[in-house]
């Protein structure tokens, strides 16, 4: 008889963001001896796709070829029958919405866990009808059986601001694959870089919350010998684009689109810039820190202050504005960053075994 848990992992789709490579990673590490993950995306598609191809044999993935979330949750539902889980796992936020409003119409013993990918009371803000979503966080979220955030800051944000109950929630950091990134991070570094520069490199989605508006601008109070990268792609290109020209910094600062590979960029750049107006757990600074690279960052809501060690891993900003970036990012020039001791600490922390161990004993936990 095979005792092994059989877990639903569930995501909307595989573009391009820090939750689709933490479930990756999971997927790809979970003991196999004590799970049997199955991989359900609502709609197959998105940047990672290829990644699908490196998952190990035994992961089977279906395809719910949902493109909209109201004709979703039926397909989910039927999934769910079909599947039979012991545990239902899902992330990201309208996601782990409707699996919590359609959780009260199973069997107690499937055990429903969400991984919140952002801090919510600032993301619901950017939503169509901000109300609405609030109403949902404070009324149905507590129907998980846990609720795993990537940071004590968005735990706390759920238990404060939504009622979440303290005791459903679980603090789990993010999984980096060190090994992973270290050898992507060895590929060619020719041409990724203007020589003789200070190069700075800042990735992530072209959107509001990156806060890549607010770092252009602080171009405008950098010397010349600094130039910027930006890797991303998103629908704030244009803009950004304009405000480029309209400061006329086309020559100090690039936007190179989405990149296959970052890690080779990362490693080779001086500083990794992070000008996020809000965060839940920045993958990007782990990934930058396992390089060895330091980070410059604002201490804005979210985890980010959880996982920089200022003065050590890099420079956390108090003030959100670009004249404080610039002069932070001038001070962190002057430091002599030890990378070893910033590799060390990356993998330390957050290393995949660690973390994917922190998941497997959360499960465990529930389902026994």
Known sequence: MDVRKKIMIIMPSLSGGGAERVMLTLVKHINREKFIPVFVLMKKEGRFLHVLETLPKDVEVIDLDASQARYAIFKIAKAIREIKPDIVF???????????????????????????????????????YP?????????VYNNFDLIITQSKYMRDDLVENFGTKKDKTAIIYNPV???????????????????????????????????????IETMSQLEDKFHLTILGEGDDEQALKEQ????KLEDRITLSGFAENPYNYFKHADLFILSSRYEGLPNVVLE?????????????????????????????????????????????????????????????????????KEYELNFIDKVD
Not at 306 to 315: H, N, P, R, S
Not at 337 to 350: A, E, L, Q, V, W
Request: hydrophobic share 40%; net charge positive.
């Open 90 to 128: 899902s992330t990201l936020g309208y996601l782990n919405l409707l699996i919590a409003i359609i959780r009260p119409f199973y069997s107690k013993k499937i055990k429903f866990i969400s991984r919140e990918s952002n801090t919510v009371s600032v993301e619901n803000k950017q939503e169509k």
């Open 131 to 139: 109300k609405l979503f609030d109403w949902l966080y404070k009324n």
């Open 177 to 215: 694959d060190i090994d992973n990134i270290l050898k992507k991070s060895e590929e060619s570094e020719s041409g990724l870089f203007p020589k003789d520069k200070i190069n700075l490199i800042a990735a992530g989605r072209l959107a509001p919350q990156k806060g890549f508006d607010v770092l």
């Open 244 to 247: 480029i020209k309209m400061l």
């Open 288 to 356: 930058a820190n396992v390089c060895g690279t330091p980070c410059v960052a604002f201490d804005t809501p979210g985890g980010t202050a959880e996982v920089i060690e200022d003065g050590k891993t890099g420079v956390l900003v108090k003030e959100f504005s670009a004249t404080a970036l610039a002069n932070a990012i001038k001070k962190a020039t002057s430091i002599d960053f030890d990378t070893d001791y910033i590799h060390s600490f990356c993998k330390t922390n957050f290393n995949v075994k660690k973390i994917v």
